[in-house]
């Protein structure tokens, strides 16, 4: 178990902190829904709706219950090794860290490349800044759909005002290759400060 938590270990790590165990919350029936079908399929999903309704909460929900599945001494080394390279990145850290690369465009920054070949990439806030001239959440979203590995990407935007930014394209990525989950629907969170 100790030789799983270290390999586990900057995979739990990206996610941030007030997150790490939402896996443990207790949830209402229409998120736990939510939750329990997206470690039971493992696809792409698409978290949209208002700040505050738990969008990044649920994503990392369900990264936290796909670590925990590989935290017992059954776990293969293959499904721990598998795991250890799930990613939480939010599309500001993302642009952040690209922009500073000192190699600039011509080559990914080490955040993009992990979230290019994680196992399960949850890209949270995608969009952020749809003014940038560079994206680079978009285009690992696009990278990993065509690479087939899931990503569960959580936006504040509408699918008209992305395509407007970026084009119908991305657009049509992001909102028809994934499973659409709007949280406008779900009841109000309580707000935890
Ligand atoms: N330990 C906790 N248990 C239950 N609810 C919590 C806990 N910690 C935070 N919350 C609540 O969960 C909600 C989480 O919202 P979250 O940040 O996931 O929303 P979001 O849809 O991603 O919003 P945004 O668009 O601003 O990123 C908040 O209302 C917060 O008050
Ligand atoms: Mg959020």
């Known amino acids: 178990m100790r030789r799983q938590s270290a390999r586990l270990a900057d995979a739990v790590e990206s996610i941030p902190e007030r997150f790490r165990n939402a896996h443990k919350w207790t949830w209402d029936k229409k998120r736990q829904r939510v939750i329990d079908a997206a470690v039971a399929t493992?696809?792409?999903?698409?978290?949209?709706?208002?700040?505050?309704q738990g969008?990044?909460?649920?994503?990392?929900?369900?990264?936290?219950?796909?670590?925990?599945?590989?935290?017992?001494?059954?776990?293969?080394w293959a499904e721990?090794?598998?795991?250890?390279?799930?990613r939480f990145i939010s599309d500001p850290d993302l642009c952040r860290a690209e922009a500073?690369?000192?190699?600039?465009?011509?080559?990914?920054?080490?955040?993009?490349m992990a979230g290019l070949h994680a196992s399960l990439l949850v890209l949270d806030d995608l969009g952020f800044d749809l003014a940038?001239?560079?994206?680079?959440?978009a285009e690992l979203v696009m990278a990993r759909y065509n690479a087939r590995r899931p990503t569960i990407v959580t936006t504040?935007?509408?699918?008209?005002?992305?395509?407007?930014r970026w084009g119908g394209g991305v657009g049509r990525r992001i909102w028809t290759q994934s499973f659409g989950i709007n949280c406008d629907e779900f009841p109000a969170m309580e707000a935890v400060r």
């Open 132 to 137: 940038s001239r560079r994206h680079p959440g």
């Open 100 to 112: 500073m690369h000192p190699l600039g465009s011509k080559v990914d920054s080490p955040m993009y």
């Open 80 to 86: 721990v090794e598998d795991a250890s390279t799930i």
């Open 55 to 76: 969008k990044s909460a649920i994503a990392c929900a369900i990264l936290g219950r796909r670590l925990q599945s590989v935290q017992h001494d059954c776990a293969t």
């Open 42 to 52: 493992g696809g792409h999903l698409l978290l949209t709706g208002l700040p505050g």
């Open 156 to 164: 504040g935007h509408t699918r008209s005002v992305v395509e407007e």
